[in-house]
């Protein structure tokens, strides 16, 4: 068995790892888009250092388009093989890559306005929303800790990570030469008490291990402290300067977490009497998608719900799909609360919203979770940045810029650790890690030697390893 490691290798997104069976048999370890990387990223995407024609099977462990977003991409090229994933990874992929055909669609329209006004031909979008809804088609859902049988010598039981709705340890058995091999992939690892979904749960031994690294040389603030930034940050912004609180967001999980806890907040009579905007029709979406998974919802949620039947709604809180409601946002001048995707500030409204506020002191950009290096998102972070340019227009940077970390659906080193501690390391052949930039992986590979992992690789784009 060969295992090539094609995206989040020393980087954070684009997750692709190619297994070849001794038999032949192509198993792709998920297909996500490369994020936040400027003009190389269009490139990258194009070139996925394989046919997709001559993959078998597609196993995703979970939905953000980082570990998805290039699905469509696969099927507009001719595969047609099967996606398999848990339940709820489906119903999220169904509108996260619709959004994203649609979003292709858009930017690939403004690029060629450009390349015409220089004289150049057009091009075509990597992929748009036919493909997204035709892809759909391959999706096979599969509930948790159910073991499903690919062929009789290859089955996957998904265990959850606690990092998103669906989000899973893809536990992979294969036969190969008459010898049971055990490869578990654990994508992107969760925090021990998430904020609206059940916590991560232990995983069977493995012989392989391939695990993400994000946060490998981070600590998070406790939760509680967090909440407490938060509203301490509504109040400074939105009550003592009357200004507006823009919190780029991912619409999936990140931002159901944010309202959740200001809905607590208005619960308990803390939230001021401000309005709070959700301007992400995929945001309005994906809360509905978790109002139908009670099931991973946890005991916190539960809780709340026997007084609140609706922990994602208030009064003073407006779900806005319609793009001139969005805009009309521009010409709201009290103090206000606008969630938008994406978290990153590479795509959607959110850049407009940041365009539009960030040169007025009296406002606050909020930062609520991991921003890749070159992403937009990471720009405006830099210590004593005096101007920025969004839709190729300089912004002068007035506004305050906050983070708070513990908002994050990565655990750090010390929670990741935790979660792999389930296993005996000594059983372990080698262990790969992903999903992170490569001086916190040094870091993170060496808390893990700290604890008994040994033979750890840190794999570059396009190795491949014999296994």
């Not at 980082?66 to 509108?95: E, Q, W």
């Not at 967090?226 to 919190?247: A, R």
């Not at 992400?280 to 979406?285: G, R, Y």
């Amino acid at each position: 068995m060969k295992i090539k490691f094609i995206g989040a290798a020393r980087e954070v997104t684009g997750s692709k790892h190619l297994i070849t069976t001794n038999e032949g048999k192509r198993i792709l370890l998920d297909c996500g888009m490369f994020q936040g990387k400027g003009m190389e990223t269009d490139a990258m995407n194009r070139n996925l250092m394989f046919d997709p024609a001559t993959i078998d099977y597609l196993i995703l462990s979970h939905a953000h388009i980082d570990h998805s977003g290039l699905i469509p991409y696969m099927y507009k090229l001719g595969f047609r093989g099967s996606v398999v994933c848990t339940n709820a990874t489906r119903d999220l992929c169904s509108i996260m890559l619709a959004d994203s055909g649609h979003i292709q669609e858009l930017d690939n329209k403004w690029f060629n306005k450009k390349r015409v006004n220089q004289g150049l031909p057009t091009v075509e979008p990597i992929y748009g929303q036919t493909e997204s809804e035709k892809c759909m088609e391959l999706f096979i859902g599969v509930a948790y800790n159910r073991r499903f049988y690919i062929n009789d010598k290859i089955n996957v039981k998904f265990t959850n990570t606690g990092h998103m709705l669906g989000s899973a340890v893809v536990n992979l058995e294969l036969l190969e030469n008459g010898k049971k091999v055990h490869l578990a992939f654990t994508g992107d690892i969760g925090r021990p008490h998430n904020r609206i979904i059940q916590p991560p749960v232990a995983f069977p031994q493995c012989d392989y291990l391939i695990t993400e690294s994000t946060y490998g040389n981070r600590l998070h603030p406790a939760d509680k402290e967090s909440e407490e930034d938060l509203l301490k940050i509504v109040v400074e912004t939105c009550v003592d300067k009357g200004g507006k609180l823009i919190i780029p967001s991912f619409s999936i999980g990140r931002t159901q977490e944010i309202v959740f806890v200001l809905n607590n907040f208005y619960n308990e009579g803390k939230l001021p009497k401000i309005e709070v905007f959700v301007d992400s029709p995929l945001s309005v979406n994906a809360t509905e998608i978790f109002r139908m998974h009670p099931e991973c919802m946890n005991n916190d949620v539960k809780q709340v719900m026997k007084f609140d039947d609706d922990p994602f709604g208030f009064n003073s809180l407006h779900y806005i799909k319609n793009v001139d409601e969005s805009k009309a946002l521009n010409d709201y001048h009290k103090p206000c609360i606008i969630i938008s995707s994406s978290g990153m500030l590479e795509a959607g409204r959110i850049k407009h919203h940041v365009a539009n506020n960030i040169d007025n002191p009296q406002n606050t950009i909020l930062i609520v979770g991991y921003c890749s290096p070159r992403s937009l998102g990471a720009r405006i972070q830099e210590p004593g940045l005096r101007e920025v340019s969004i839709f190729g227009n300089y912004h002068a940077v007035n506004a305050r810029i906050a983070k708070i970390e513990a908002f994050s659906g990565h655990g750090d080193y010390n929670e990741m650790k935790a979660f792999l501690s389930c296993q005996d390391p000594k059983q372990i052949k080698k262990t790969f890690l992903v999903h992170g930039e490569y001086e916190v992986q040094q870091f993170y590979q060496k808390e893990l030697e700290n604890v008994g992992f040994h033979d750890i690789e840190i794999p570059e784009a396009g190795v491949e390893f014999e296994l």
